[in-house]
Structure formats: structure tokens, C-alpha cells
């Protein structure tokens, strides 16, 4: 019998505007020792669906319209509140995709560790204290000593996600709920989380019921898939069957997402538009202190006509980079020329003017939008400032713009909240290109989308590439997207470039370990 | 228009945040109340010599402090003067101190602070040093030192009553456009070309209007009322000319025998509060533009 076995729920949102049906007759169910994974979108009812059952959806606006939900035999959903309580952390452990939230900031780890073990297991100081060692050990914290009495903060991301982990542990659980835990992690680090998780289910004998909107991650771990669209169960089964013969149109369309495939190399004349030579960007937090090398003796070349991706985890420097050609931070020491021109060298006015040459597209929409201005007040901004169109020519380029992005008219006058995050980022691209610039840094500009939002930003940006002309940095932690998008790769690490070749060729022959660890742990390489 | 030229409808057109505010302000009927209050009290001040129902020096000592009556509306006071004659006369007064002052300390307050914010590092150091110092400075000295050296005059008290008020609204400025710098909506209009000041203008302080609106309806009432308060202590207006301040603060002095001294400019003064709280709620939910546009 399955561990748990979730029957035609439904669950609903009763709003002012009316009733949303968020998950609609769905059922999809755990069997013991394996991991099955709830794949969709954001608004999907992914999450809203395991939360319901735990009797964690707020109500009101939240109304569980019916369904069943058996766990070892016990219906949640017709438990009390105490009852649910009572399994909830002890049967039933979750995980959470931002673990510094779930976390304690003014607790040392140790006791966030230890205060459960004492008041669930009844254990005294001392054994407490063993066993929160143990469990750290367990779930590869390398110094367990040393982790128990540190902060949260001064862990890493991933670190932290394996804390929760062992705090999920501590009631030896049946079943683990994880809610996107790897998506805030870069893509070294969530190879190792998802293997932990793996791990555990085997040797803990526990369920998992694993919450993602990217399959390429469940593929790897995954005994079972259930995807979900609009509140629906549209598809379920093996990942071998889901990705070898996938039946319905929207899983059809979510594998034709995930980024694949290589861009058909352009034979791109080597002649650089930007020379980084030496470049060094660091930040002193405080005065006195070690200054932090965010971008550290960097040389790089640009060509006229390339993409050119920029890998690296958090913390690289990529970033740093990008913004430090486009002077948006100033850098330390090195040299910058854009088209035979030495960037340090402008200031005031003549970097003013010089801007419109260079543009930035960022990763958040939903930040780099002014939530006051009209989509026509952000396109028409940069195009009155660099008098690029008289009063007259404003609304006939605003409409290009809008065009050319794939923005209909019908919005023009629209403020950003009003949009959807793809929509918010094509915005965002117009703006970017209302300076016919030469040159694009775009920041991580797919990673805050959904899988088949990001497909078409990415085709988007592709198609404009071609139509401006440009060249463009592709700032990304996310090596698959690079490699559909990039002619040539850099990889940045610790704030030094490691490694800078052709796309196919660090691709199929990278020289540095550290590239090999990155295309080792792309999600999903091994199901392809 | 109706030209071939023309590429967007009339529905899809630009414009600006302060037209589609106005356009969410209109519907908001506690707020239009409240605007329409505040219109009529300007009006009738700046009518009211002609249209004062009696001369403003016009006393009748042998009728004393009477309650209301047909040629008193509003009663008169111990020395017989007509009440009404007096609120209209205050209002003017009061009316100017509430907004010239509170304009004074709006312009320089969320300047300074935008500034401060803005620029950060030793500027903001600087600039914000100067605003605590002025924070300790006693208000109370501060006034008199003005009006010893500059001889007394109402202008003086404007610039007085603004000069301290600017200190918290350069305050709740700053920590808007510190929080707002970071956003990245500033670091693209930063990578478009715009200068510093036009980033502020444009990006920074429409988006920090908010609580600017709340303090600034708050500011009002507050310096109508240090306007009474100086007054009382002799620095500010002196009899015979009269402000709701001094009207009330005389009313409380005889609310026991004769309470429509106090009740008249204590509504008066009541009603512009509400008015202006009304007027100033709607004014930030129609600048708020997640709030619902229909």
C-alpha cells in the first residue's frame, strides 16, 4: 500500500474577484522508499496541493472543496487540527526553497538542533547534543563540531539546505515533503543536495514527495512524475516513460523547453569590440577591512557580432564583471576599451552620452522595472534623454520597440504589475534596445521565469541579436542556457577567470576541473 | 485626433502617473470631500474681508459673551465681537501658516533627503549631522533668536515653523530613497544615461510619495497648532488679529461658562484635519499604482 495516496483533492482560493479553482481534482500518491515528483509551473497548484493536506493552506481565502488523503492509512484531511499537528514534523517532515528563512538567525545551529531533540525525544543535554552532531555528520556537514555553534549566516546556501535536512531528520520522518529546495542553489551545490536526498530515502527508509517546476532536476532522482498544469494532473508516470514518450501537449511542450542544443556556430570574425585587460573590481565592506575580490585581473576579449556566455556560481564575480564594462560599479584598477575607446577615461557628461552604446538587461523583472512608469514612460525615457527621436517619431518608435519585443500595443498603458514576469522582461529588453546599443550585458535574464517563458525570452533574445546586430555578455549560473545561446563561453571562479573557449569545445573538451565539476552537475545529464 | 499618424488609441495612449492619479482621485469620493472642503475654506479666506458678516474690529461690549443667536450665528465673545467674524478672519491665519510652512518644509525637507539618500557616504554624513544638530538646537530658542534678530513678522513665522518641521520629513525621505537606491530600476535608468537628478526626480521620489503624503497631512495640523502655541507665548500672532490656535486656546480658557468659544474654531479647525486626512489617503492610493484601477 502506498505511503500516502492523495484522491481527487481539490482546493480553491475564494477571492473578492470570484472563486479560483487552484488544484482540481488531483491525485498522484507516495509509495515507501521512493521519491515522486510534482512537476509544474508557478501557479500550478504544485505547492498549494501538498500544503492542503497538511492543513497549511490559510483559511480563508483557502477552502478545501474534497478529496482524500490517505497517510498510512489516516485520512488527513478529515483529521483536527491537533491531530495534523501531531503528525505534521513527526511523520511528515518538509523542506523549504529558502532555508535562511526557515532558519533562526539569532540561533546557534547546535541549539536549533538540540531544543527539538530535548522536547520531542525527551533527550538530556548531553545525548541531545550527540545526536544533533551525528545528524549533521549524516547529512555531510563536514565539521559537525565546528557547525554547532555557528550562526545561520555564516553558512552557505547549500549548507544551510543541509541544516534543514537534519532538522527534517530528527523525528526519523516517513515522509519528506521538499519544496523546491535547490532551486535558490547553485548548480555544483543542488548536484549534491539532490544526491543527499537520494541518499537518505534509501538508507532512512523514508518517501519523498519533491516539489519543482524544473524536470531536468527530477530526472536524475525521480521514481515517479506527476505534472501538473493549471491545477490539473495532466500527466504521470516513470521519468523513462515521461521523457522517451511523453503523452500529453503541455509535458510535450515542457521537455521541448528545457534548453538544449547548441547554437549552429556563427563564424564570428574575431574582432573585439570590448578588450578587458587586467581588470580588477574590488569592494572594501568597511573601511580597513580586506578588501573582497570580487573581479580579480581579468582579460578578456569581446568580438563584434558574438554572444558571449559568462558561467559561474554565486559569488564569482560574473555579475561584477558585467557591471563593471557598463560603469555601473567602479572598478580598481585595469583597463576597459569599447571600440578603440577607453571607458575609465569618460566621466560626466561624456559617459552620459556614451551610455546609449551599452545596455543592461536584469535578471529580476519584477526589480528593474519603476513600478510608477507606464511601459510607454520606460521605452520613451531613454529615447527622448539621447534624442534619438523627436516628439513626433516617439509613439511610431515606442510601437517598433513594442513589436520587435513581442509586446501588444493594447499595453502600452499598462504599468509593470500589471504583467507577467515574461512580459515584465520583454519590457525590460525593449528598454534595453530603445538605445540601438552595440553592445548588451544581460544578468541572469531567464533564471526568474518559468521553464517555457524562459524558452521563448531565450528565442527572443536570439531573434534580436541577429535582427540589432549585437554583441552581448550572457551573464548565467545555468550552463544549459548558455550553451543554446553562446558562440563562446568564459568561466569565472573566485573572481578569476578559469577557463574561455568556443561553445563545443569546453562543452566536449573542457581543460579545467572546475568547468568539469560545472558540466557534471547540469540536472538531468544523465537522463539525456 | 483622428489621423492616419495616430498609432495608439485614444485608450492605449501615454500618460503620465499624475494624470492616471487624478483619474483614481476622481473616483474616490471621501477624498474628493475632503478636497472640496479644503477649496471652499481657502475661498471664503481669501474672500473674507468682503464677505465677513461684520467689521473684524467691531465690538459691543454691552452685549458681552452671547450665546448664538439669528444676528450672531456662532454667538459672540466676552468682548462682543462675532465669533464667526473671528473663525473667518483666523482662518486665513492658520490656513496660510498650515500650508505655506508645511510647503516650506516639503520642498527643502524631501530635497535634503532625497539628496542624502541618494549621493550616501560622506555627503549623507554630512547632510545628515546638519539635520541632527538643528534636532537638538531648542526649537523654542531657536524662534526667539530669529525674532530678536529679524524683529517680528508672519513671513518670519512661516519660514520659523517650516525650518523645523523639514527635519523629520529630510528623515523619512532619506530611508525611502536609501531602500529605493538598491532597487534595480535605478541602476537601469543609471545604465540608460539619465543624470543623478533627473534619476531622483523621476525614479526616486515618485516612488517614495507615499509616506511623504501621510507626514505631510499630519504636518498641517501640527504647525497650525505650534502656530497657537507661539502665539500664546507672544511670538507669533498678536491681538487683535487672531488665528483658530489663539481662538481656541482662549476658548479652553472660559469652555466652562461660555463653550461655543471653544466648539466653533474647534470644529473648524476639526474639519480641515479631516478634510485634509481624507484628501491625503485618497492622494496616496491614487499615486499607488497596484492599487485597483477601476
Known amino acids: 500500500m502506498a505511503l500516502l495516496n492523495v484522491d481527487n483533492l481539490s482546493v480553491s482560493f475564494v477571492t473578492r474577484n470570484g472563486t479560483n479553482k487552484a488544484v482540481d481534482n488531483v491525485s498522484f500518491s507516495v509509495e515507501e522508499r521512493q521519491i515522486t515528483a510534482i512537476i509544474g509551473e508557478s501557479g500550478s497548484g504544485k505547492s498549494v496541493s501538498c500544503y492542503a493536506m497538511l492543513g497549511l493552506v490559510p483559511s480563508p481565502p483557502g477552502r478545501i472543496d474534497g478529496g482524500t488523503a490517505h497517510f498510512q492509512g489516516q485520512d488527513l484531511l478529515a483529521l483536527s487540527e491537533a491531530e495534523l499537528r501531531a503528525i505534521r514534523g513527526r511523520d511528515i517532515a518538509m523542506i523549504f526553497q529558502d532555508p535562511m528563512t526557515c532558519l533562526n538567525p539569532f540561533m546557534k545551529i547546535g541549539d536549533q538542533l538540540i531544543e527539538p531533540l530535548t522536547l520531542h525525544k525527551g533527550l538530556a543535554k548531553g545525548p541531545a547534543r550527540e545526536q544533533a552532531m551525528a545528524l549533521l555528520d549524516e547529512v555531510g556537514i563536514r565539521d559537525p563540531q565546528g557547525a554547532m555553534s555557528a550562526f545561520p549566516h555564516e553558512f552557505s546556501g547549500g549548507m544551510r539546505q543541509r541544516v534543514m535536512i537534519a532538522m527534517a531528520l530528527i523525528n526519523e520522518p516517513k515522509l519528506l515533503i521538499a519544496d523546491e529546495p535547490t532551486t535558490a542553489l547553485d548548480v555544483t551545490i543542488q548536484a549534491q543536495i539532490l544526491k543527499l536526498i537520494a541518499e537518505l530515502q534509501t538508507k532512512r527508509d523514508i518517501g519523498v514527495l519533491f516539489i519543482s517546476h524544473d524536470l531536468a532536476v527530477v530526472s536524475d532522482i525521480a521514481d515517479q512524475i506527476v505534472v501538473m498544469e493549471k491545477g490539473k494532473v495532466v500527466e504521470s508516470g516513470q521519468p523513462k516513460a515521461i521523457f522517451d514518450n511523453p503523452q500529453h501537449p503541455y509535458t510535450q511542450k515542457l521537455l521541448a523547453a528545457i534548453p538544449s542544443g547548441q547554437k549552429a556556430a556563427d563564424t564570428v570574425v574575431p574582432d573585439p569590440l570590448i578588450n578587458i585587460e587586467n581588470l580588477r573590481t574590488w569592494f572594501t565592506p568597511t573601511a580597513g577591512a580586506a578588501p573582497v575580490k570580487a573581479v580579480d585581473d581579468v582579460s578578456l576579449q569581446i568580438h563584434r557580432g558574438e554572444v558571449l556566455g559568462l558561467v559561474g556560481e554565486s559569488g564569482s564575480g560574473k555579475s561584477t564583471l558585467g557591471r563593471s564594462i557598463l560603469r555601473l560599479v567602479p572598478m580598481t584598477g585595469g583597463q576597459i576599451s569599447f571600440d578603440g575607446i577607453e571607458l575609465s577615461a569618460l566621466e560626466g557628461r561624456s559617459l552620459k552620452q556614451f551610455r546609449h552604446r551599452m545596455q543592461m538587461i536584469f535578471q529580476d523583472p519584477y526589480a528593474s522595472l519603476n513600478p510608477r512608469m507606464t511601459v510607454y514612460d520606460t521605452l520613451a525615457e531613454p529615447l527622448l534623454l539621447h534624442g534619438l527621436v523627436n516628439k513626433a517619431g516617439l509613439e511610431q518608435a515606442i510601437r517598433e520597440l513594442m513589436d520587435n519585443v513581442g509586446l501588444a500595443r493594447a499595453f502600452v498603458r499598462k504599468y509593470p504589475h500589471e504583467f507577467s514576469g515574461g512580459q515584465r522582461q520583454r519590457i525590460a529588453i525593449g528598454r534595453a534596445l530603445a538605445t540601438r546599443p552595440e553592445f548588451i550585458v544581460a544578468d541572469e535574464p531567464v533564471s526568474a521565469l518559468d521553464v517555457t517563458i524562459q524558452a521563448q525570452i531565450l528565442d527572443l533574445l536570439a531573434d534580436l541579436t541577429k535582427e540589432y546586430g549585437l554583441t552581448m555578455l550572457f551573464i548565467s549560473h545555468d550552463l544549459a542556457v548558455i550553451r543554446q545561446i553562446a558562440d563562446r563561453i568564459a568561466v569565472m571562479y573566485h573572481g578569476k577567470l578559469v577557463e574561455e573557449g568556443a561553445t563545443a569545445q569546453v562543452f566536449e573538451t573542457p581543460q579545467q576541473d572546475y568547468t568539469r565539476s560545472l558540466l557534471d552537475a547540469i540536472p538531468g545529464a544523465n537522463a539525456a | ?294
Open chain 2, 1 to 294: 485626433m483622428n489621423t492616419a499618424t495616430q498609432i495608439f488609441d485614444d485608450a492605449e495612449k501615454g500618460s503620465s502617473l499624475w494624470h492616471d492619479a487624478w483619474l483614481r482621485l476622481r473616483k474616490n469620493k471621501l477624498a474628493l470631500f475632503g478636497g472640496s472642503v479644503l477649496l471652499f475654506m481657502v475661498i471664503v479666506a481669501l474672500l473674507t474681508p468682503w464677505i465677513a458678516p461684520y467689521s473684524y474690529e467691531a465690538q459691543n461690549l454691552d452685549l458681552g459673551a452671547s450665546p448664538p443667536s439669528a444676528a450672531h450665528w456662532l454667538g459672540t465673545d466676552i468682548f462682543g465681537r462675532d465669533v464667526l467674524t473671528q473663525i473667518m478672519y483666523g482662518g486665513r491665519i492658520s490656513l496660510a501658516v498650515g500650508f505655506i510652512a508645511t510647503a516650506v518644509a516639503l520642498v527643502i525637507g524631501v530635497t535634503w533627503g532625497a539628496v542624502a539618500g541618494y549621493v550616501g557616504g560622506r555627503v549623507d554624513a554630512v547632510m545628515m549631522r546638519l539635520v541632527d544638530i538643528l534636532y537638538a538646537l531648542p526649537f523654542m530658542i531657536f524662534i526667539v533668536l530669529l525674532m530678536v534678530v529679524f524683529g517680528r513678522n508672519i513671513l518670519l513665522l512661516f519660514l520659523a515653523i517650516g525650518a523645523v518641521e523639514w527635519l523629520t520629513m529630510a528623515r523619512i525621505m532619506r530611508s525611502q530613497v536609501q531602500s529605493l537606491r538598491q532597487q534595480e530600476f535605478v541602476e537601469a535608468a543609471v545604465s540608460v544615461g539619465l543624470s543623478p537628478a533627473a534619476i531622483i526626480r523621476k525614479h526616486v521620489v515618485p516612488n517614495a510619495l507615499g509616506p511623504i503624503i501621510v507626514y505631510t497631512t499630519l504636518t498641517i495640523p501640527s504647525v497650525m497648532l505650534l502656530e497657537a502655541f507661539l502665539s500664546f507665548l507672544g511670538l507669533g500672532i498678536q491681538p487683535p488679529a487672531t488665528s483658530w490656535g489663539l481662538l481656541i486656546s482662549y476658548g479652553a480658557e472660559t469652555m466652562e461658562e461660555y463653550p461655543w468659544l471653544l466648539i466653533f474654531p474647534g470644529c473648524a479647525l476639526t474639519l480641515t484635519l479631516f478634510s485634509l486626512n481624507f484628501l491625503g489617503d485618497g492622494l496616496r492610493d491614487a499615486l499607488d499604482v497596484r492599487g485597483s484601477k477601476d
